[in-house]
Nanobody, 123 residues
């Protein structure tokens, strides 16, 4: 499975961005897709995850501001980010897995990874 992100960029605080991740290859095996982010000198963190038939996950700091969605064909996962804050600045990376395992996901245990896209929120 190959993952390709798009949609990163520079935005003012309070603004919005939508990240997209296009999946190709053996996508029929993919159950979970989500977004991680890593700010400079900080650990990678799970931002949001969507899984077939399972609850959607959002980290507390983005709840009510970010929305993850996946198209019916399972080819694309989007992350709509509203009310962006400077602390949201990070490289956002799309990831996918062939199962649903929230504990493993929190430990970065995904099967497939994109290369990442930079989001910069200026104040």
């Amino acid at each position: 499975v190959h993952l390709a992100e798009s949609g990163g960029g520079l935005v003012l605080a309070g603004g919005s961005l939508t990240l997209s991740c296009a999946a190709s290859g053996s996508i029929n095996s993919v159950v979970s897709m989500g977004w991680y982010r890593q700010a400079p000198e900080k650990d990678r963190e799970l931002v949001a995850m969507i899984s077939d038939g399972e609850p959607t996950f959002y980290r507390d700091s983005v709840k009510g501001r970010f929305t993850i969605s996946r198209d019916n064909a399972g080819n694309t996962v989007n992350l709509q980010m509203n009310s962006l804050r400077p602390e949201d600045t990070a490289t956002y990376t799309c990831a996918a897995a062939d199962d649903y395992d929230p504990i493993r996901f929190l430990g970065y245990g995904m099967d497939y990874w994109g290369k990442g896209t930079l989001v910069t929120v200026s104040s």
